[in-house]
């Protein structure tokens, strides 16, 4: 069955240090997302990606962070400077259309320390 | 904004129906999800319902939908050990670019 995978799947980083989490969705879907879950808290939207470009963004995703589809595989969540705020589970999500189900990768661990 | 609850925390015995609530309050949610996350694991799409559905029955899994009160229910019938896990609602609509607010999980714990 075809699945959303993830790495790595867990990453420690010092404050202040750039991380790239990787994605590669599911193939023949076009929709893209990123979301997080802090620690005991809700899982929250940061991204959708389409066609290239971003569809839609949360207030979380500030000038920090930055998605791009390198090629026809790989979609990344870049964390420019990252805050111990910053520690959480990311989540990477796709989806066939804008409308049907997303299905979402294991998650990778970011600890910023 | 958009919003969704659930209660934290549900326990049952192995056997019994568990039921496990949600509520929302985007009146333009278009298709509403049931996620499963095991311990450790991501989120596993269980079953989604659309808005113009009042149930929807898949296996042990039945879901229910009140959209004039905008309340989402699931039911496990039979439940085992194996559901123990935090299950998410999470809705979405037409307007929201595909993005998913999420409920912030109740934990269901299974007992022999």
């Known amino acids: 069955e075809p699945e959303v995978t993830q790495t790595p799947s867990h990453q420690v980083t010092q404050m202040g240090q750039e991380v790239i989490l990787r994605c590669v969705p599911i193939?023949?879907?076009?929709?893209f997302y990123w979301y997080r879950q802090i620690l005991g808290q809700k899982v929250e939207f940061l991204v959708s990606?389409?066609?290239?470009?971003?569809?839609?963004k949360s207030e979380i995703f500030d000038d920090q962070f930055s998605v791009e589809r390198p090629d026809g595989s790989n979609f990344t969540l870049k964390i420019r400077s990252t805050k111990l705020e910053d520690s959480a589970m990311y989540f990477c999500?796709?989806?066939?259309?804008?409308?049907?189900?997303?299905?979402f990768g294991q998650g990778t661990r970011l600890t910023v320390v | 904004g958009e919003d969704v609850e659930q209660s934290l925390f549900l326990s049952v015995r192995e056997g019994d129906s568990s039921v496990i609530n949600c509520t929302y309050t985007?009146?333009?949610?278009?298709?509403l999800y049931w996620y499963k996350q095991e311990p450790g694991a991501g989120l596993q799409l269980l079953t989604y319902i659309f808005s113009n559905m009042d149930m929807k029955q898949d296996q042990r899994l039945t879901v229910l939908l009140n959209k004039k009160d905008k309340h989402l229910s699931l039911r496990i019938a039979d439940t085992q050990t194996g559901d123990s896990a935090i299950y998410f609602c999470a809705e979405s609509s037409l307007n929201q670019g595909g993005k998913l607010i999420f409920g912030q999980g109740t934990e269901l714990s299974v007992k022999p």
């Open positions: 985007d009146s333009s949610s278009t298709y």
């Open positions: 999500a796709s989806s066939e259309a804008l409308e049907t189900e997303a299905f």
């Open positions: 990606f389409y066609n290239n470009e971003i569809s839609e």
């Open positions: 193939s023949n879907h076009l929709y």
